[in-house]
Structures are given as C-alpha cells and as structure tokens.
C-alpha cells in the first residue's frame, strides 16, 4: 500500500506535500532514540513529538511518513523541514493503540 492510499483508507490528514511512497510497517515512538534504533525503512511512523529531532530522526531511518498522532501538529518550520526531507505529515485525532489496530486491519504490521 502507498502514502496515498493509506491517507483515504485511514482517513489521515495531510498537512505538507503528498510524497507517495510504499508503506512497508508500521513504527510507534515518542523516543528518538528508539526511531533510530527500531524503524526499518518504508516504516510509517506514528509519534506525538512534533519537534524538528523527530524529523532528522525520520529521515535518517527513511520511513515512508509520519503521523502524529492524538490531534498533534508540529509547528510550521517543522512542516518545512518534513517537505526538503519529502517526508509527507498527517495527523489524526485517534490515538496510536486505535490507530495501529485500523493499520492492522488494513493489512500493515
């Protein structure tokens, strides 16, 4: 499944540029640390860190988005960083356990 489709089925909000990449997993973390150490690449991150760390972080590691999670927003510099990264942002208001159970019923582990 691409960015693009999960954004219908999941019912995301998009909040930069759609960079329409291959979904590949699914990651939760709100640690830095923990992104860098666990999240494969094509992994869509799902966070409530809305900091510019958690965007170097998601770059390095190459996930396919992020997703914040809880109704977060990060500021708009933080958007900026995400579109040179092309790394595509949404947000929703569910939380990361109901939202990982729809990715899961999506067919995304």
Known sequence: MNVSE???K???GLLNELFDR???GVFISDMVSD????????NLLLTIQTHKSLIASANLVDVS???Y???KRPAEDVIELANRAG?????TDQDA??????LHGLGLE
Do not use: D, N, P, Q
Not at 35 to 42: L, P, S, W
Not at 87 to 91: D, N, Y
Not at 97 to 102: E, Q, T
């Open 6 to 8: 999960l954004k219908g």
């Open 10 to 12: 999941a019912e995301l």
């Open 22 to 24: 291959e979904v590949e």
């Open 35 to 42: 992104i860098v150490a666990g999240v494969h690449a094509g």
């Open 65 to 67: 988005a992020v997703v």
């Open 69 to 71: 999670v809880r109704g």
């Open 87 to 91: 790394i595509s942002l949404f947000t």
């Open 97 to 102: 356990w109901k939202l990982a159970i729809r």
